[in-house]
């Protein structure tokens, strides 16, 4: 009882303070020499409940939390599938004239970093349609991989939706469908959350990433975005060869995500280089 107790202290005093988290995460920080802006399309953040002990043998539990939330009636942990279109990928001051254009699907678990207290992100890892991808596994073994996209997207700015929605990524590492219906209602509060600064700043706000380098070291980078304006999504059709090879998801479950946000603009800025964690 005392547990559930200091989980729902924890959970209001969480919401008292989510706003000013979210003021102090909207602030960034001072670009560094190799920081990277990019203009992202076509975003969406496919969110999926299920029992944290399945999660928990793929993070390090000796540094994260597995948050759970009261979803369905159940307490269940949240992960989610994140593609999007880098328009003009570039470094800020080294050659910002060179830009990339190319697809890219992040794979991520909600955590929280016992060290800070603060919510966060772990990444299984990242999918990316150009070959910077080999470059940055060369630097820094960041996990990403390389992947073939093809996307057929058309936001109507009129309606402010989308009239459809459909990527396709070719990859060994992480092959995906994804086929979302745009239902142009704005951003609700879903199960499992008491507040939008609380939902915003746990799923759509999580700016420290964390992730096993290819060296298999901890490894972590930081982001900065804005606010972002939201629709709601449905599923059509949704398919994540990843969750399906860790056993975390079986094609049924796929297509019933706990939530889909759809975002057709939103401005990134990447904080480089990554940085081995300390233990």
Same mark, same amino acid.
């Given at each position: 009882m005392g547990d559930i107790i200091d989980r729902i202290i924890d959970r209001k005093s969480m919401n008292a303070s989510a706003r000013d988290i979210l003021n102090q995460r909207l602030q960034g920080r001072t670009n560094g020499p190799i920081d990277v802006h990019t203009l992202l399309l076509h975003f969406a953040l496919i969110n999926y409940a299920l029992p944290q002990e399945q999660l928990a043998q793929y993070i390090p539990t000796d540094r994260f939390d597995i948050p759970e939330f009261n979803i369905g009636g159940q307490r269940l942990a949240l992960m989610s599938a994140v593609p999007f279109v880098d328009v003009d990928f570039h470094f800020i001051h080294l050659f910002p004239f060179l830009k990339f254009r190319f697809g890219q699907t992040n794979y991520r678990v909600y955590v929280v970093d016992r060290k800070t207290g603060q919510h966060s992100a772990w990444f299984f890892g990242?999918?990316?349609?150009?070959?910077?991808? !080999?470059?940055?596994?060369?630097?820094?073994?960041?996990?990403? !991989?390389?992947?073939?996209?093809?996307?057929?997207?058309?936001?109507?700015?009129?309606?402010?939706?989308?009239?459809?929605?459909?990527?396709? /990524?070719?990859?060994?590492? $992480?092959?995906?469908?994804?086929? +979302? @219906?745009?239902?142009?209602?704005? +951003?609700?509060? /879903?199960?499992?959350?008491? &507040?939008?600064?609380?939902?915003?700043? #746990?799923?759509?706000?999580? /700016?420290?990433?964390?992730?096993?380098?290819?060296?298999?070291?901890?490894? &972590?980078? &930081?982001?900065? !975005?804005?606010?972002?304006?939201?629709?709601? $999504?449905?599923?059509?059709? +949704?398919?994540?060869?990843?969750? @399906?090879?860790?056993? +975390?998801?079986?094609? @049924? @479950?796929?297509? !019933?995500?706990?939530?889909?946000?759809?975002?057709?603009? #939103?401005?990134f800025k990447v904080y480089l280089p990554p940085r081995k964690l300390s233990e």
């Open positions: 990242t999918t990316l349609g150009s070959p910077l991808v !080999h470059m940055a596994r060369a630097l820094w073994q960041i996990p990403w !991989h390389y992947a073939r996209y093809q996307f057929d997207c058309h936001y109507n700015a009129q309606a402010k939706r989308y009239d459809h929605y459909r990527y396709e /990524v070719n990859s060994d590492w $992480g092959q995906a469908e994804v086929e +979302l @219906e745009d239902t142009g209602e704005p +951003l609700t509060l /879903v199960d499992g959350f008491t &507040s939008y600064d609380e939902l915003k700043l #746990i799923l759509t706000h999580p /700016v420290n990433g964390y992730f096993h380098r290819l060296d298999g070291k901890p490894g &972590s980078y &930081s982001i900065w !975005h804005p606010e972002m304006g939201l629709t709601m $999504g449905r599923a059509r059709r +949704l398919y994540f060869g990843l969750y @399906e090879k860790l056993g +975390l998801l079986t094609k @049924e @479950e796929m297509g !019933h995500p706990h939530s889909i946000f759809m975002c057709p603009e #939103i401005e």
